[in-house]
Nanobody, 116 residues
Framework: QVQLVESGGGLVQAGGSLRLSCAAS????????MYWYRQAPGKQREWVAT???????NYAISVKGRFTISRDNAKNTVYLQMNSLKPEDTAIYYC??????????WGQGTQVTVSS
């Protein structure tokens, strides 16, 4: 059993910053890719960023240049540094990991609200 717990969400004004964290715990043998997704009200969940086991990263066009994904393998934790936040970044942010062979695990989500 693997659990993911996100933290760091909240209310911020446009132009501000937040740093999300997602810590994995439980029976973890290996973690390959780590992801952030988000889901805005009335919209489908969308991919935000990926970081691979060798620290390669990819970003959705909407966040590239403003968000930075990173990981701490010793802590089984993935981070999302969000700068220059916009109202359209308002969403529930979810982390996910691909690990223990071929399993995908999801967190419960953390709310990010950006006011204009």
């Amino acid at each position: 059993q693997v659990q993911l717990v996100e933290s760091g969400g909240g209310l911020v004004q446009a132009g501000g910053s937040l740093r999300l964290s997602c810590a994995a715990s439980g029976t973890i043998f290996s973690i390959n890719h780590m992801y952030w997704y988000r889901q805005a009200p009335g919209k489908q969940r969308e991919w935000v960023a990926t970081i691979s086991s060798d620290d390669g990263s990819n970003y959705a066009i909407s966040v590239k240049g403003r968000f930075t994904i990173s990981r701490d393998n010793a802590k089984n934790t993935v981070y999302l540094q969000m700068n220059s936040l916009k109202p359209e970044d308002t969403a529930i942010y979810y982390c996910s990991i691909h690990g223990n062979g071929d399993y995908d695990y999801w967190g419960q989500g953390t709310q990010v609200t950006v006011s204009s």
